[in-house]
């Protein structure tokens, strides 16, 4: 059997709460739906990003943080995300959903550098984009991190979707970390 990106990620990766259900997890896509939210946001998705979708097609992960070598709005030392966007075009939080990447270049202002990947607890305040901006077409986006109450200021995260993932941490790794406590009131 061929192993494939995230063949080993466990179940338990993802908070399984009506929530999430609600607004980011969508059914399982296929090629063609991978390949027509392609063309209508008009970038090639990073094989790492099909990989996991195909998993499961967004949601609410357990380990929510990165950590920065500089601050950011959110700590001292790392970001935080609440969701990843999938590609069902019926759930709020995906790529192409009503909450998706057109909302938040088109009516918050982000710059269209690329795609809005994953959402946070700042309700818009701070993104996590997929950044096409200066790459060559066969190479991967890297992912950032654009502070919207600081100018828009982006700071390079991952080099790539897979190194962003699998870079996530549980936000107990870091103190008296807020999330905690915001979690906890959604789920």
């Not at 908070?15 to 896509?29: C, D, F, I, M, R």
């Not at 380990?63 to 700590?75: E, I, L």
């Not at 959402?119 to 901006?133: K, R, S, V």
């Not at 200021?153 to 870091?174: H, M, P, Q, R």
């Amino acid at each position: 059997m061929n192993k494939t990106l995230f063949d080993d990620l466990d179940i338990s990766y993802w908070h399984n709460s009506e929530y999430a259900q609600k607004y980011y997890v969508g059914t399982t896509p296929t090629n063609e739906q991978v390949e027509e939210v392609e063309n209508e946001l008009g970038y090639k998705l990073p094989q790492s990003y099909i990989a996991l979708i195909k998993q499961q097609n967004g949601g609410m992960p357990i380990n929510t943080c990165f950590p920065t070598s500089v601050p950011t709005c959110w700590a001292e030392n790392h970001i935080a995300i609440s969701g990843i966007m999938g590609i069902d075009k019926n759930k709020p939080y995906s790529l192409c959903g009503e909450m998706g990447n057109s909302f938040w270049i088109e009516e918050w202002g982000y710059p269209a550098i690329g795609i809005a990947i994953c959402t946070t607890p700042t309700a818009g305040h701070d993104m996590i984009f997929l950044n096409y901006h200066d790459i060559s077409r066969t190479d991967e986006p890297t992912v950032v991190h654009i502070d919207q109450e600081n100018s828009y200021k982006i700071i390079t995260l991952a080099a790539n979707f897979e190194d962003f993932i699998c870079g996530l941490v549980n936000s107990s790794k870091f103190k008296n970390c807020i999330y905690n406590r915001l979690l906890l009131n959604i789920l």
